[in-house]
């Protein structure tokens, strides 16, 4: 049934969406087996392709997964990991887990011998992951290489074939390819490939996706138009994969584009490139971060595309407020890139300069040599030398330095007021920072109420609490310059140094010491009368960095940043909040549902987690027609024991040989449960029958080793009589049949002069 899958996959789509459906109908029925895990995990195909579901296909596909790697099944797990890695996990789980998941496919394939030769193809998926997430453009091209020296290993040409064109894509924008934005070098013939792509329609989809993305990066519109259409027809191929995002996202980048630049197309462009966005959004509202941000580029391309400037600028913000750079390094690069051409169209170079600036920084940390000399090509230094005139709203006209500034001052209002999170406001305030004043290094110190103390934030990595201390310790560790600092702390006003080697207050601090020149800003954040952080902003390059004009503006955000303070005070003491209540419930409902299953007198499990216990066990044991072994227990003559020594001392009795027969079982294999006053029933799984009277033999005589008193018993002491009975259940058995027959042995033990064990 598997190798049917995998043909059906490649051949006959219906074909495969009647097999899981069929597959989840068995397992329903009949219990999980390890053969139907991989087809299950195949879900998504089929909801996809019958619904246009991704949630729930991905839902079928990681229960499956889950409980085969309960069972600890394989090769089932390591091959149904890889079609989950592969169709689903993107769909809803962090991008980056995938990268984990293909490799440990991978290896579990390997080590089974990989019988459907899936090994190859779990590099796909991790492929598709480094590119999105990965840290390095290095990183991309070596999981290539591995991925071709494995395929060539194996015999796999066509594998070869795909995984070249990834290595490609990463040579490419390390500027290791014949020109920019090329895949040809001396081992890759491009022209020769591509006149022959047709030949592998799934070779022909990965080459005009990798190609469309380059186009996208390389501001090729002519390419990105050619290749991301081509790719469409070929969309089938990739139902489920990741790639098939990266084809709708560059689909939409060239429709914006064309929209934006062919008067002609733009009403149909805007029409087509709705598609793409409402489809992109619907993903981020399944995995909000691993598509969110992208819905909003999207988003901001539209707008862009339809001549809505401020609206653009609006979701460009937002697509940027929704993503790590070190998780998503090219995307936060690309959106940069993207706002700075919006800004410079509109007349705002300034603004556009520093955004591409932070684009070349972020293509420079990737990896991309390539893309960052294009940038200096284009750009040169990055900041020009004389104002730049361009179209700004159908005329002509230079930003001027207020437009600047305000421009600066609202996106870094809105940077600020959009954190939450104590542990990264510190970071945010030091980007924003850096941006607005010419800063080349920052450092807040931001004020803990409850250590009465310091911590201290570089925005290069997070607030240490466990770094908490004095402003004396912290400048004895060099993080800053004690001078400056006990004088806004003293005084709780800003503080504005031209070159500290020139003022006297603070030449020979110890902090500055080799320093040839240097400017310095430091200033404080009260809230409520209470100073609440200290930051500093330093250059050590230029004097007089800090203009009047660059302090107005840091005082006109000065208030964001204090109710931002608040705000991730406030915020945090809710977290903390909402999960000890969280804890608490959780705690609850677990003693509520413990409750639910046990026997109040004696903790046993009840007579509900018996008839469950028993529905389930019984089903197991049909499926691996294994035996399944009962015990019927009944305390002799307990109804003389309650009238002589009354219900109180009766209750500790009972208490008494429920513990003892919890101690005669297999620990977390057998159930002992109270079926009801004095009887007991034990289910015992995998047990055959002599096993079971052997069992049922050691806890009578355990019960009788007690010299519990009965003195109106012939043996003067607490007995006990048990039934026993083993069964290997067919498809017609039930657990009622089990429980007569252990039952019937039971009346037997009793009619034969109690204390003893019979058997049926």
Avoid at 494 to 500: G, H, N, W
Avoid at 534 to 552: P, S
């Amino acid at each position: 049934m598997s190798l049917l899958t995998v043909s059906a996959l490649y051949t006959d789509q219906q074909l495969l969406s009647w097999l899981v459906i069929k597959s989840v109908e068995l397992w329903m029925h009949n219990g999980p087996c390890a053969p139907l895990i991989p087809i299950i995990c195949r879900a998504p195909l089929a909801a996809i392709r019958e619904r246009g579901d991704y949630r729930i296909g991905y839902r079928a596909a990681r229960k499956a997964l889950t409980v085969s790697e309960a069972h600890g099944w394989e090769p089932e797990t390591s091959e149904a990991r890889f079609v989950f890695v592969t169709g689903a996990a993107h769909w809803a789980e962090p991008l980056q887990n995938s990268i984990e998941q293909a490799a440990l496919a991978h290896e579990g394939m390997v080590r089974a011998g990989d019988p459907h030769n899936n090994a190859c193809y779990s590099y796909m998926p991790a492929m598709a992951a480094y590119l999105d997430c990965g840290p390095t453009v290095d990183d991309f091209v070596s999981e290539a290489e591995a991925a071709i020296d494995f395929a060539r290993r194996m015999g796999m040409d066509w594998v070869i074939e795909s995984m070249t064109i990834g290595r490609q894509t990463g040579r490419a924008l390390q500027g290791k390819t014949e020109r920019i934005g090329s895949f040809g070098d001396a081992e890759f013939n491009e022209s020769a490939y591509a006149a022959g792509v047709d030949r592998l329609p799934f070779s022909a989809g990965l080459f005009h996706i990798h190609k469309a993305f380059a186009a996208a990066l390389f501001r090729d519109a002519a390419g990105l138009e050619e290749h991301s259409l081509a790719a469409m027809p070929l969309l089938d191929l990739f139902r489920g994969t990741y790639f098939i995002m990266l084809a709708h996202l560059f689909r939409a980048l060239a429709l914006a584009e064309k929209a934006r630049t062919v008067p002609e197309a733009r009403e149909s462009a805007l029409a087509d490139l709705e598609v793409h966005v409402d489809w992109l959004s619907a993903r981020a509202q399944d995995a909000p971060e691993n598509f969110s941000h992208l819905a909003a580029l999207l988003r901001a391309e539209r707008a862009w595309a339809g001549g809505d400037c401020l609206e653009a600028m609006s979701l460009f913000e937002m697509a940027l407020s929704l993503i790590s750079p070190s998780q998503r390094p090219w995307h936060y690069a690309f959106i940069c890139e993207r706002q700075s051409l919006l800004c410079m169209e509109y007349g705002f170079d300034h603004a556009g300069l520093g955004l591409i600036a932070q684009a070349r920084d972020a293509y420079a940390s990737w990896g991309a040599t390539a893309k960052v000399e294009q940038l200096k090509n284009i750009y040169g230094s990055l900041y020009p030398s004389k104002p730049r005139h361009t179209r700004s709203l159908g005329h002509t006209s230079s930003a001027s330095a207020s437009d600047i500034d305000l421009l600066a001052i609202l996106k870094a209002s809105q940077a600020l007021s959009s954190e939450t999170n104590p542990e990264t406001l510190g970071i945010r305030v030091s980007e924003v920072l850096k941006n607005m004043t010419g800063a080349t290094q920052m450092l807040a110190m931001f004020y803990d109420e409850v250590m009465q103390a310091w911590v201290p934030t570089t925005g290069t990595a997070l607030p240490d609490q466990s770094k908490a201390l004095s402003l004396e310790d912290a400048a004895h560790e060099g993080l800053l310059p004690f001078s400056a600092f006990s004088y806004v702390e003293r005084t709780r006003r800003t503080l504005v140094v031209e070159d500290v080697r020139q003022d006297n207050r603070f030449a020979d601090d110890p902090y500055f010491a080799g320093l040839a020149q240097g400017s310095l800003l430091v200033f404080p954040l009260l809230s409520h009368g209470r100073l609440r952080a200290i930051l500093m902003c330093e250059n050590r390059l230029v004097r007089g960095v800090f203009t009047a004009e660059r302090l107005d503006a840091v005082n006109l955000i000065a208030g964001q940043l204090t109710v931002s303070l608040d705000n991730t005070r406030l915020y945090a003491e809710l977290e903390n909040k909402v999960a000890e209540r969280t804890d608490a419930l959780e705690t609850a409902n677990r003693q509520l549902e413990e409750l639910s299953i046990t026997d109040p007198l004696t903790g046993l499990a009840n007579r509900r987690h018996l008839t469950d216990t028993l529905a389930s066990e019984l089903l197991r044991a049909r499926r691996s027609q294994s035996p399944i072994g009962m015990a019927m227990v009944d305390i002799d003559n307990f109804k003389l024991y309650n009238d002589r020594y009354g219900h109180i001392l009766g209750d500790t009795c009972l208490r008494r040989v429920s513990s003892v027969l919890a101690d005669s079982v297999r620990q977390g294999v057998d159930l002992v449960a109270r079926y009801g006053g004095e009887e007991f029933a034990i289910v015992l799984p995998g047990a055959n029958l002599e096993t079971v009277a052997d069992v049922a033999e050691r806890a009578r005589e355990a019960v009788a080793a007690l010299a519990e008193p009965n003195e109106d018993t012939d043996l003067g002491t607490v007995t006990i009589s048990v039934g026993v009975t083993s069964i290997t259940p067919d498809e017609d058995s039930l657990a009622e049949e089990l429980v007569q027959r252990a039952d019937a042995a039971l009346y037997t033990a009793k009619a034969n002069g109690r204390n003893r064990v019979a058997r049926n």
